[in-house]
């Protein structure tokens, strides 16, 4: 039976939760430097990324809810060949560990760009010790949740500044239509391919899939509800991704062709001193600080789910073994950004684009499982297979291109 207009959006939820996931610090900062170093060029990424986002976390969410597990499950049952399964779960657990702790990185980058914006001599070590000891606190007693929906609520009304600001800052309109449609790169071509995968892989993020296949199976109990979830996919991530965009435009038309290099939180906060002038900084330091403490636990929480869904575990988070997981996860995400953090916002720049290196992969699974002959009406139709098909061509060219560039930014950052 079809839902009202209503009912859609009161089942609004895990796509919500999918887009205020992947509007963290990677995606504020990927989106301020790009805007600012390239002006509104690169938006046709953010577009382009948007709607691949909303086809494959569609798919997630579609297999969730009719096989009524999770997408980790979902892999694991559907290889009947047991040497292949084995060597999917592998390539899985590989995949979710090395995207999870490049995303744990910025995250915890994240915090500290926010914390330095308006501490700029707080030492780093410090900061990265009080992140890792809350979130480790928050994640192992349970008490996570609660803490999360604060944080996240910020981060939203972070990006909903962002939104009014690009409004109010009289951007090029025509230059901005022509970065949607009209996909260019700059002349200096390895940075500029290195932004554009970032921009990418901020936003399709790789956990997201399993996290969007796990809330949609517990909240949508009746495979009648798709439609329900899938307006709740498009709406959310369509609004998720006109904010990164707006992110975007805010660093285009008040940063771009000044002779300001973007390195820290507070050269962030000159795309929004239109609308909030000396309250700025104060601004992006709390947005990135929640965004990224919020972040740190869903990447580490997510890696536990993925993995112990893949391995057929339980997934209780009381269980030891999904609690070693996340541990492993933000452990490394914190040496990780104390090691590699002479450079943050750079370092940010390289965990975005280090993902989305690793979509291809987890896309390929997802549209395996979608294809399902179990799933009946609602497995894959020529469209969506068509579409995922492209989406992952494309990607798997950029990512090509973006493994020069991905690897001069990685010796630089390691000092090599």
């Not at 060597?87 to 090395?98: K, N, Q, R, T, Y």
């Not at 800052?169 to 995968?197: H, M, N, R, Y």
């Amino acid at each position: 039976m079809s839902s009202t207009l209503a009912q859609k959006f009161k089942n609004v939820g895990p796509g919500a939760l999918v887009a205020a996931g992947f509007i963290g610090p990677g995606t504020v900062t990927t989106c301020t430097v790009s805007g600012a170093s390239y002006g509104y060029t690169m938006l046709w990424a953010l577009l382009f990324a948007t709607v691949a986002t909303i086809i494959f976390q569609e798919m997630a969410s579609r297999v969730g809810i009719v096989s009524g597990k999770g997408l980790g499950e979902n892999i694991r049952d559907r290889i009947p060949n047991k040497a292949l399964m084995w060597i999917a779960i592998v390539i899985v657990i590989i995949a979710i560990f090395v995207g999870n702790i490049a995303y744990e990185t910025g995250n915890i980058t994240g915090g500290i760009l926010g914390i330095q914006a308006v501490m700029p001599d707080m030492p780093l070590i410090p900061i990265v010790i009080v992140l890792g000891v809350l979130a480790f606190i928050a994640m192992w007693i349970g008490s996570y949740k609660v803490v999360e929906v604060i944080l996240t609520a910020i981060v939203v009304f972070m990006g909903v500044v962002f939104f009014v600001t690009a409004i109010a800052s009289s951007p090029d309109w025509g230059a901005i239509a022509t970065g949607l449609f009209v996909p260019t790169l700059p002349e200096e071509g390895s940075k500029g391919i290195l932004t554009a995968v970032g921009l990418i892989g901020t936003t399709i993020v790789p956990y997201n899939l399993f996290l969007h296949a796990s809330g949609a199976s517990e909240r949508f109990k009746d495979p009648e509800q798709v439609s329900d979830a899938r307006f709740d996919t498009i709406l959310s991530i369509g609004l998720g991704g006109i904010i990164s965009m707006a992110i975007l435009v805010c660093a285009a038309a008040n940063i771009y062709g000044t002779d300001t290099v973007v390195t820290n939180g507070k050269d962030m906060a000159l795309a929004l001193q239109p609308l909030l002038g000396s309250w700025a900084t104060w601004m992006i330091g709390l947005g990135l600080l929640c965004a990224g403490f919020s972040s740190a636990i869903t990447a580490s929480f997510s890696a536990a789910y993925a993995v112990n869904g893949v391995l057929g575990w339980k997934k209780t988070t009381k269980d030891l073994r999904f609690k070693l997981i996340w541990i492993i996860v933000l452990l490394a995400g914190c040496i990780m950004a104390i090691a590699l953090g002479k450079s943050p916002t750079e370092l940010i720049l390289v965990a975005q684009a280090a993902n989305a290196i690793l979509l291809p992969i987890m896309a390929f699974f997802v549209i395996y499982c979608a294809n399902g002959k179990d799933l009946g009406k609602w497995r894959n139709h020529i469209f969506a297979n068509c579409a995922g098909v492209v989406i992952i061509i494309i990607t798997l060219f950029m990512c090509y291109r973006n493994m020069s560039s991905f690897i001069t930014s990685l010796q630089g950052l390691l000092g090599m």
